[in-house]
């Protein structure tokens, strides 16, 4: 899933990340690569943060467009971070394997 981002820099200070699709996500870096890369590593924590709690993982994107309209991403850069959501899934899968008898 593609999650848009909104990145900020005020003189003097790192590149802040905010992930708007996912509430309560931030990042930041000090480079705009480290920042990008750091806003994953967020959307992935506060992801499986809220798996552990048990509670419902139902996000949806925003066009980019909608959100350059908001007050609070009007002079932001924007990006994209992917996360593929199916690798967090917890739930149990069966899988049926042969092994050899030694083992």
Same mark, same amino acid.
């Not at 996500?25 to 798996?51: M, R």
């Not at 066009?63 to 924007?78: M, P």
């Not at 917890?90 to 030694?102: A, D, G, T, Y």
């Given at each position: 899933?593609?999650?848009? %981002?909104? %990145?900020?820099? @005020?003189? &003097?200070? *790192? $590149? &802040? #990340?905010? #992930?708007?699709d996912v509430p309560g996500c931030? *990042? $930041? &870096? @000090?480079?705009v690569e480290e920042a990008i890369s750091n806003a994953k590593e967020a959307v992935v924590g506060h992801i499986e943060t809220l798996l552990e709690l048990g509670e419902p993982i139902d996000f949806k994107t925003t066009a980019i467009e909608e959100l350059r309209t908001q007050d609070a991403f009007r002079d932001a850069a924007w990006g994209y971070v992917e996360v593929d959501l199916s690798e967090l899934d917890s739930k149990p899968e069966r899988v049926n394997i042969s092994l050899p008898r030694f083992v």
């Amino acid at each position: 899933m593609l999650f848009p %981002i909104a %990145i900020h820099k @005020d003189r &003097g200070t *790192s $590149y &802040g #990340v905010t #992930v708007p699709d996912v509430p309560g996500c931030f *990042s $930041y &870096g @000090d480079t705009v690569e480290e920042a990008i890369s750091n806003a994953k590593e967020a959307v992935v924590g506060h992801i499986e943060t809220l798996l552990e709690l048990g509670e419902p993982i139902d996000f949806k994107t925003t066009a980019i467009e909608e959100l350059r309209t908001q007050d609070a991403f009007r002079d932001a850069a924007w990006g994209y971070v992917e996360v593929d959501l199916s690798e967090l899934d917890s739930k149990p899968e069966r899988v049926n394997i042969s092994l050899p008898r030694f083992v």
